[in-house]
């Protein structure tokens, strides 16, 4: 297994470069488990844009921030051989997780063994329920939605819906979930695919949906996974609506289709944060914050990043700065404002955000729109 | 299903296995003149494609950057012969062996280091459009995948049949002594089957692309499959080892399609290991003799 330590220095420079005294601020480790490369590299390169884009402008104040990242190449393998040696090192308080549910369920095995906390990534129910004293989710779980995807679909009087899914944690938790809510809000899932996350060839699949005549798809894929799925679904002329995961959408996404119009139309289950300008509050706040810091369009992962670190400031802040005082502070968290959405834990509920923070969205040139 | 479902399975099932085809060819072709299975083979396909997607990304044209990816794999073939299995020639075949699955790790992380990590995108060479046959729906860039196969296994079998080199490589497929003691420069030939097994890999990693995207982890999917295609054709016939390797990209196409999609591997590398077990001759009574190169 080959594990590369990458050391970010983002935060001390961006500390001399807006004129903060960083060199007597004491610093404060954080380990970070990341797919930088891989198929989820996408997904995680904008998650650190958005949290070097908070770093930049919040950041921790009085500490200097220095993140020690290893590389988990998207292999689960690999991601629980980094958070093993990162959570060794006494001088890291805090561990991000940015990979995706299939690592991070790995490296949730064996959380508390090392007493410290972790803010992860990944969409899998089981992440945040049951709760591992030691794990805090942040994105809304499957479940939530899924009930916001069935919701919708009950709204338009769809009875037949197609699920294209990854055979990852991710892919298998949505389909868990659909089928488990199919019949209460009276829909049949007429299609259910599924894929490798290092697929190239969708076609089998979308030729066996076409067939089965669905009213609506809906694809759990992620990453590249996304972009061959959707390129083959515009390539094959279907026409059937289509429903995304938000974590779907990224900057490699829009350059990969041939640009944010080839998507117009496409719809996507994505955390409120995606839809921007209609936030409101500090939510839209922040989310302005984001689109300047990043000179762009925040996408779904950015806004995930730069919650994380809204998130770390919430706790650290209310904490003695010990792994024990951090995790006690983040189980403390009620109703944080976040971009995505308001951040609660509770003992038995460590998955941060819920149902209030999902939307469905759809892109018109590029950006999100309320899908109704 | 109808006969229009079959196509739409059947047709791309048959682009992806041309891609498989021109592997195979690679291994058995690789395989007969250096007795070693080069599981680089499918990182030909990556860097080809790499290689197009990152500098059509730079602004080459579209015709530079597809001789330059070729050149590449011509070069990485050649490379990988005359750098790191000429030394190790007189070594167990394991260690050779081995060292293609270490060259094929180090080209994987060079092509990570210089494109970067992201899959690249190639805009199909004639448009990105759909066309209708037979009532199947197809990219266009499949015309190119399907012309490329043709144009290289014509190349790569009128060099074979009608080329003093192509003779050459094939006395020493029959028999390398032999061949020697007739003056064949074994080692040259070699440096040669390398650089065109290089170069059919990358050319058919470039008209792939548009299709599948490029990334810098995608050659070991290839090898794979390539890999299975050469041991269905018996590692020794050029021609037999493309029919396999579009027999499993039919095959993949087609189960995922009539059986479930999240069959389809099963099926593939079930029907290896079939193969492998009648090979073996696990079926018949009395030979229990049969092992990898014989008894």
């Keep these: ?372 | 299903m109808d006969t229009t479902v079959f196509l739409q399975l059947l047709l791309p099932g048959f682009t992806t296995g041309c891609i498989y085809a021109l592997v195979a060819l690679g291994f058995v072709l690789c395989a007969n003149v250096s007795g070693v299975v080069n599981f680089a083979q499918g990182e030909f396909v990556m860097l080809g494609g790499m290689a197009a997607a990152w500098l059509i990304g730079l602004g080459v044209p579209f015709a530079v950057a597809i001789l330059a990816a070729t050149a590449l794999g011509a070069v990485a073939g050649a490379a990988q012969e005359v750098l790191t299995l000429a030394p190790v020639r007189r070594q167990p075949h394991f260690i050779q062996i081995t060292t293609t699955v270490g060259f094929a790790v180090v080209l994987r992380g060079v092509t990570l280091i210089v494109a970067g990590k992201d899959a690249l995108s190639v805009p199909g060479f004639s448009g990105d459009g759909v066309f209708f046959l037979f009532g199947a729906i197809l990219p266009v860039p499949s015309l190119w995948v399907w012309s490329a196969t043709v144009l290289l296994l014509v190349g790569t079998f009128g060099f074979l049949r009608y080329t003093s080199t192509g003779r050459a490589v094939r006395a020493c497929a029959i028999n390398l002594q032999a061949a020697r003691l007739m003056g064949v420069n074994a080692e040259r030939l070699r440096v040669i089957v390398f650089a065109v097994s290089g170069a059919t890999g990358a050319l058919a990693g470039v008209v792939i692309t548009p299709i599948v995207l490029a990334s810098w982890d995608a050659g070991l999917s290839y090898s794979t499959k390539g890999f299975i295609g050469a041991i269905i054709g018996g590692f020794r016939s050029p021609s037999a080892a493309v029919g396999a390797g579009l027999f499993i990209g039919l095959l993949e196409a087609l189960s995922a399609g009539y059986v479930s999609s999240g069959w389809k591997d099963f099926i593939v590398y079930g029907v290896l290991m079939a193969w492998l077990l009648l090979q073996g001759g696990v079926f018949l009574r009395g030979r229990v003799d049969a092992t990898v190169g014989g008894p």
């Design chain 1, 1 to 372: 297994m080959r594990l590369r330590l990458l050391s970010l220095c983002a935060a001390a420079v961006v500390g001399l470069a807006f004129g903060r005294a960083v060199a007597d601020e004491p610093e404060f480790a954080i380990g970070v488990v990341a797919s930088v490369t891989g198929p989820f590299a996408a997904p995680t390169k904008d998650t650190f844009d958005g949290f070097n884009a908070w770093m930049k402008l919040h950041g921790l104040p009085g500490r200097k921030i220095v993140l020690q990242t290893l590389d988990d190449e998207t292999n689960p393998v690999n991601a629980s051989n980094a958070f093993r040696k990162l959570a060794s090192d006494p001088k890291i308080s805090l561990i991000y997780l940015f990979i995706n549910s299939n690592s991070a369920m790995a490296a949730k095995s064996f959380a508390s063994e090392f007493k410290v906390p972790i803010i992860t990534g990944g969409g899998a129910d089981t992440l945040g329920v049951p709760a591992d004293p030691w794990m805090f989710k942040v994105a809304p779980s499957n479940r939530d939605y899924m009930i916001a995807l069935s919701e919708y679909i009950k709204r338009k009087g769809y009875t037949k819906i197609a699920h294209l899914y990854s055979t990852d944690t991710f892919g298998q938790y949505d389909h868990t979930n659909l089928e488990k809510l199919a019949p209460q809000y009276g829909y049949r899932l007429v299609a259910n695919e599924s894929f490798a996350i290092d697929d190239t060839s969708f076609n089998a699949q979308f030729t066996r949906i076409r067939v089965a005549q669905p009213e609506l798809i809906y694809s759990s894929a992620s990453a590249r996974a996304a972009i061959l799925s959707f390129k083959q679904y515009k390539q094959l002329g279907m026409t059937i609506p289509l429903v995304v995961p938000g974590a779907a959408i990224s900057k490699a996404f829009f350059d990969a289709i041939g640009g944010a119009a080839d998507a117009d139309g496409l719809m996507m289950m994505t955390q409120r944060g995606s839809l921007g300008a209609g936030l409101g509050g500090v939510s839209a706040k922040y989310y302005a914050e984001l689109a300047d810091g990043l000179g762009r369009t925040p996408v779904f992962f950015n806004v995930f990043g730069f919650d994380v670190g809204l998130i770390t400031a919430g706790a650290v802040e209310h904490s003695d700065g010990s792994r024990q005082g951090i995790r006690d502070a983040l189980e403390r968290l009620k109703d944080l404002p976040a971009i995505n959405g308001p951040v609660t834990y509770t003992p038995a509920d460590h998955t941060g955000q819920d149902a209030r923070s999902i939307a469905l969205g759809k892109l018109e040139h590029g950006k999100s729109v309320p899908a109704e």
